[in-house]
């Protein structure tokens, strides 16, 4: 028979478990507990094979900003596959899709960022910039100019590149990581603070990266990476201190800033990105889910003019099949313009982020949680046994966590968790009703986890 919406659940999950192997998941598990069989989604709301409507406020992985159910990305991939559905801009070519995108990026991001080097993925994007900054570094003969710092728990994507600057232990400890790249520590005053205010300790995780410069030698290292909010590694939002505090290293020690605006661009942090949010100007920003809302693959590195001339200079070696693809081309331009023209960004910013704030916030009153911030439409809280100490829960990291979340999988509500924190980042269009239903599903889930 046919596979299809129509099969029974038990049917699909089983050939799912034996055939589909999922990302970052114990395969096995999925032998004895399916996998949720997602068939169709609208707006803010997913429905399974079941029946149900789930409330997704993780907006997919952190992407759908625009919604689901959008029929103009639709009607836009099918004219575009029809007239032109692939050819590369390698080369001789290029064509009116990547030039249109281009062109708009350069006027969205801010500054002199105003040139894109194109990807499938936020991983190709960020492993672009480590071949990228060194082969800048280079051509400005400085060849050695090569380390690139990053952070402990930051993410910056699963390819072998962009995992090892990424500073997730479990993923280091699979098969190692690429040579070059330093990690310092992050900005998660409520994990690591000690008797620290947030501001010094703010000041004191930026300062990290002038001594590793010092250590490492100011001629070795070529470039910071990192994302002005943490997304995947928590939603960690840095002291007020953290980000002048980068900005006045990189800037005394002619270090490359990139941002890795992977989540939080096209909207997330209430601004088109994040580095506006945190007041800084990159070298170079990564891009992927947003841009198109995740209705089409596509990522890339929006390069300043000084870089891009260096780099233009010479012959750059780097390319990927799909970059600067058509048909994603022309959805992601398409998802810009509805952002822009309705207003998405401004009414999420103005009408539902206050609200939402006030009532995530409010979610601190729980006696299971420690803290509870968001910028935006990212927001996250920590878990704990004890409030007053900040203390992590005993058992295996991860495990409250864990439980809440599956908690509130059950009550129809997609939130995600870090080890012991719980994670949102709502589609920009979620409504104010949306924000309640979000508030009284995690107050059930987090009373049943409790
Ligand atoms: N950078 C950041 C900040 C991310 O959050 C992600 C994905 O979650 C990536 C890079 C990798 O992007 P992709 O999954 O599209 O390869």
């Not at 507990?33 to 993780?58: C, F, H, P, Q, Y």
Request: proline share 4%; with cysteine; net charge negative.
């Amino acid at each position: 028979a046919q596979i299809s919406n129509h099969m029974a659940t038990a049917e699909l999950q089983a050939l799912d478990a034996d055939h589909h192997m999922h990302p970052f998941s114990t395969q096995a598990g999925f032998k004895t507990k399916g996998a949720r069989v997602i068939t169709r989604a609208s707006g803010t709301r997913l429905w399974d094979s079941e029946g149900n409507e789930i409330l997704d406020a993780m907006a997919g992985l952190w992407c759908v900003n625009i919604g689901y159910g959008r029929d103009e990305l639709a009607e836009v991939a099918y004219r575009q596959m029809k007239e032109l559905p692939y050819y590369n801009t390698f080369f001789q070519t290029t064509h009116v899709p990547v030039i249109a995108l281009s062109a708009r990026l350069a006027e969205l991001a801010p500054g002199d960022l105003n040139h894109v080097f194109y990807a499938g993925s936020g991983s190709e994007a960020n492993d672009t910039n480590i071949r990228m900054v060194r082969f800048y570094w280079a051509q400005k003969g400085k060849p050695d100019k090569n380390i690139i710092i990053s952070r402990k728990n930051g993410y910056h994507g699963s390819t072998l590149g962009a995992m090892s600057l990424g500073g997730m232990s479990g993923m280091h400890a699979q098969g190692g990581v690429v040579q070059n790249v330093h990690h310092i520590d992050q900005p998660n005053w409520w994990a690591e603070g000690g008797d620290m205010t947030p501001e010094e300790f703010g000041l004191e995780r930026a300062q990290q990266l002038e001594k590793a410069i010092l250590e490492l030698g100011e001629d070795r290292v070529a470039a910071f990476i990192a994302e002005p909010i943490q997304g995947a590694g928590g939603v960690i939002v840095p002291p007020e201190t953290y980000w002048p505090e980068i900005k006045r290293i990189c800037d005394k020690y002619e270090i490359l800033l990139i941002a890795d605006e992977v989540i939080c661009g096209f909207g997330r942090t209430g601004q088109w990105f994040g580095s506006q949010t945190v007041g800084i100007q990159p070298h170079i920003m990564t891009i992927a889910k947003g841009l198109s809302s995740g209705y089409a693959p596509i990522g890339g590195s929006i390069v300043c003019d000084e870089v891009a001339e260096v780099v233009g200079s010479g012959e750059f070696n780097h390319g990927y099949t799909y970059a600067g693809h058509p048909v994603s081309a022309a959805v992601a331009l398409e998802n810009l313009r509805i952002l822009d023209e309705e207003k998405i960004i401004e009414t999420a910013r103005e009408q539902i982020a206050p609200y939402l704030k006030q009532q995530f916030e409010a979610l601190v009153d729980h006696p299971m949680v420690g803290e509870a911030k968001i910028v935006g439409h990212m927001g996250s809280i920590a878990l704990t046994p004890n409030k007053e100490t900040r203390a992590k829960f005993a058992a295996e990291a991860g495990t409250v966590g864990y439980i809440c979340r599956e908690r509130c999988f059950a009550n129809n509500l997609i939130m995600r968790h870090v080890g012991d924190r719980m994670i949102i980042s709502p589609p920009l269009v979620f409504t104010r009703d949306d924000v309640d239903l979000l508030i009284s599903r995690a107050r059930k889930s987090l009373d049943e986890a409790y």
